[in-house]
């Protein structure tokens, strides 16, 4: 068992919410975890990577207006180097999120940054660790929490919070008491084949809170991936996406002849990474706009979130669309790999 003190800040990526912000803030952190054995390929890959359940509880400087947040999330610790005392991790966690006071419109107007009690929690990590008695560690390091509805519901500016950490953890077996297989040779070799993937996903977002009308969303993913090792491939990618919120703003502010359905297609090209922790995949992708009639997100956007590599064609994907900071919607995706 771990317990970790976080003192940080709530990076105001946008200016409409800077003035929700008016103090530094707390947090802590509980997590359990257990060191992998080597049973699976990818624990040997990742050299042994610990997995864990996290509790994470958190002030946001404004109790009034945005409450406070609580995440409960899976995660994998993941080793950045080889040593026994002192060692470097990566916390990758992704799970639920409980904003405790969002928007409402007669009680909390002035919340523009969330809209909604349930919400995505992605947690990110880089710490260290030093042992100091076979049983006890200390932890420290620097962390990025994100909250966000995906658009379900706005407002949704999100929450970025950034933090530094310091803690104790405490172990049953002492340091190490896994024994480590000899070097696998197995680990070495890989398919670098090239791939074709195509993932065709919807969702759902909204655009104004005053009506609450939610809209579908579309999208076709088309990319040729290209893996460079166990842990890691490349991609080049092009992208159709069909948002039926962008026919109601043209239809309100005269953008674009909504008469022409075809008018809201955008079609987008985009260069991607895929980090493969056995059949799941972390993407973290950027794409450019060069067919869009709707300007107002700017010319580029942004795809991250989990795909699962269900068998040796079928593909489950739910990612998150963003236009940098700023959550388009969620993408529920369904897709064959050849």
Known sequence: MTANAHFGIIIAHNPNMAYLIKSHIGAGE????????????????????????GLYMATLGN????????????????????????????RAGDGLGIITNPYERTKNHKNNINGTYINEFIYLRLYSIYHVS?????????????????????PNLGINIATLNMGLSFHKSGLEQIKQRRIDTTLLRFDRKPFVTVIGSGGVNETNYRNGKKYGTFALAMAVWKPVSQKSRFCIGHDLFYDM?????????????????????????????????????????????????TTVNGPLYHRV????????HLILAYTLKTHWATAQNIEFGVGYKF
């Open 30 to 53: 509980l997590t359990l975890a257990r060191k992998t054995t080597g049973e699976k390929k990818w624990e040997r890959i990742y050299k042994y990577p610990e997995k864990g359940l």
């Open 63 to 90: 109790p009034e207006q945005l409450g406070q947040a609580i995440g409960f999330f899976p995660f994998i610790n993941f080793p950045l180097n080889p040593g026994r005392k002192f060692k470097l991790f990566v």
């Open 134 to 154: 076979k049983r006890v560690r200390m932890e420290t390091g620097i962390g990025l929490t994100h909250l966000s509805n995906g658009n379900w519901a706005v």
């Open 245 to 293: 919120s962008y026919l109601a703003k043209a239809e309100e502010r005269g953008t674009f002849d909504t008469s022409k359905k075809l008018n809201n297609l955008q079609a987008g090209v985009r260069l991607g990474y895929e980090m493969v922790v056995g059949k799941v995949a972390m993407p973290i992708e950027m794409g450019y706009y060069y067919h869009t009639k």
């Open 305 to 312: 979130g989990l795909r699962f590599y269900m068998t040796e």
